[in-house]
């Protein structure tokens, strides 16, 4: 039986579930950026009215965003090191600002999520579909030899068969790319709140006595 017709087809396929996990991470990814983005400007709109570190505890119980996320840690953080009579004014600040640093890195690696995949998908798709048509391409002159003929007829479908698996490579692989782009400027913006956030908290702090 000859394997080469198969190997193509299963090229095919193999792009196929990549296109659909693309497609579904693509969809999974904007639904939880959409959800954050609502829940995060609910939050900042009232975070930058917020002129005390006593007013936190309510404004967080409200919110799921990952700012409040990012308060709460802080806030627990600062209860643990006001509660450490031990430690100096500088050793709190440093615990608090560990604690503010671990869960913004969470929240970064929450929001990261699947877009390594796209990545590589990006990047693995075309040649997947090139190594595709370079077999089908192989299956035309095999078959051209075996009749003696290269008419239309002979080459026509095996010579389609690898034109459609770069094809379908090239589709897989923009989607990924343009995708993976787009998500990766969303969690720069995110990163830079996040730290405007972190370093209110921390102004809020000396604002309010609590680590003197």
């Known amino acids: ?24 991470i693509i969809i999974v990814k904007s639904w939880a950026w959409y959800k954050a983005q609502s829940e995060s400007t609910d939050f900042l709109s009232e975070w930058q009215q917020t002129r005390s570190i006593y007013e936190l505890p309510l404004l967080i119980s409200k919110s799921e965003s990952s700012f409040a996320r990012l308060c709460n840690a802080g806030m ?34 929450r929001m990261d999520g699947g877009v390594a995949v796209l990545a590589s998908i990006g990047s693995t798709a075309p040649f997947i579909g090139l190594f595709g048509t370079v077999w089908g391409i192989m299956n035309a002159l095999k078959t051209i030899t075996a009749t003696g003929s290269a008419g239309l007829d002979v080459v026509a479908g095996p010579i389609g068969e690898a034109l459609i698996a770069t094809a379908i490579g ?18 720069k913006v995110h990163r830079a709140d996040m730290e405007q956030v972190a370093s209110r908290f921390q102004s809020l702090l000396t604002q309010s006595g609590v680590e003197s």
């Open 170 to 187: 090239i589709a897989t692989a923009v989607p990924a790319v343009l995708a993976y782009n787009y998500f990766m400027r969303r969690q």
């Open 76 to 109: 627990n953080a600062m209860n643990e090191v006001m509660a450490n009579s031990v430690l100096r004014r500088n050793e709190r600040q440093e615990v608090i600002l560990l604690s503010l640093k671990q869960q913004a890195y969470l929240e970064h690696k």
């Open 1 to 24: 039986m000859d394997l080469v017709p198969d190997i193509v087809d299963l090229v095919l396929y193999l792009l196929g579930v990549l296109s659909v996990v693309v497609w579904a």
